[in-house]
């Protein structure tokens, strides 16, 4: 059965801290790797990830897929308290062509502190 | 241009009620796909609906059905409301560089 588990489950941080959230993922007819912020209803896109060992950046958030261990991270660094949320990692399989539904974790509920 | 559009943002109907839901894609997304996010579950695959079809379906009962109209926007129906019905329903439409949520619609089931 295609799973995705993220660590921590919550974390808890101080402002100015870096956090490292973790996925790893067991789906089959793996297409890419997805990572969302969800503050109150929409999750809002971060990254998407499709190549082993390219990180992605935007600001001071980067993300990094192993294809061969299966995981992906999560990074913020001088964290602030607007990244206070829950990160979401979600793995899409390849259904049809080039289109797949998503598989997500539980999420990592992060809170930063002042 | 508009993102994916969802309504109604909030609705409470009662156990054995039957509920619609509705969304609209991005402008020129032809796939629908619906999500249930309930109390301390993540996020699970309803339904995938792309050019007016159902491509695909997850592990919900044949109570959760759906529709993608000819103009790519799309309904969920669930019949027979359950008290566990109650979540967060949210549709996303995809693109190249990933999938993009609408806001949902909160149902409560009482």
């Known amino acids: 059965e295609d799973k995705v588990v993220q660590s921590p489950l919550s974390l808890v941080v101080h402002e100015g801290d870096t956090v490292t959230l973790n996925c790893s993922y067991e789906v089959t007819n793996f297409r890419s790797l997805l990572w969302y912020k969800q503050e109150k209803k929409a999750p809002t896109f971060l990254f998407m990830l499709t190549s082993s060992g390219i990180e992605k950046k935007s600001g001071r958030l980067s993300s990094i897929l192993d294809k061969k261990e299966l995981f992906s991270i999560l990074n913020i660094t001088a964290t602030q308290t607007g990244d206070s949320a829950v990160y979401l990692c979600?793995?899409?399989?390849?259904?049809?062509?080039?289109?797949?539904?998503?598989?997500f974790g539980k999420g990592t509920k992060l809170s930063v502190k002042p | 241009e508009a993102g994916v559009t969802q309504s109604p943002t909030h609705l409470i109907k009662t156990r054995g009620q039957q509920v619609t839901l509705r969304c609209s894609p991005i402008?020129?997304?032809?796939?629908v796909y619906w999500y249930q996010q309930a109390l301390g579950l993540g996020l699970q695959f309803l339904l995938w609906y792309d050019e007016g079809e159902e491509r695909n379906r997850g592990n919900f009962p044949p109570r959760f059905s759906g529709r993608q109209f000819p103009n790519y926007s799309s309904e969920l129906n669930v019949n027979a409301l359950e008290l566990e019905d109650s979540a967060l329903y949210l549709c996303?439409?995809?693109?190249?560089?990933?999938?993009?949520f609408g806001s949902g619609t909160r149902l409560t089931v009482v």
């Open positions: 402008s020129g997304h032809t796939s």
């Open positions: 996303a439409s995809s693109w190249v560089w990933g999938y993009t």
């Open positions: 979600a793995v899409e399989a390849r259904m049809r062509g080039s289109q797949g539904n998503l598989i």
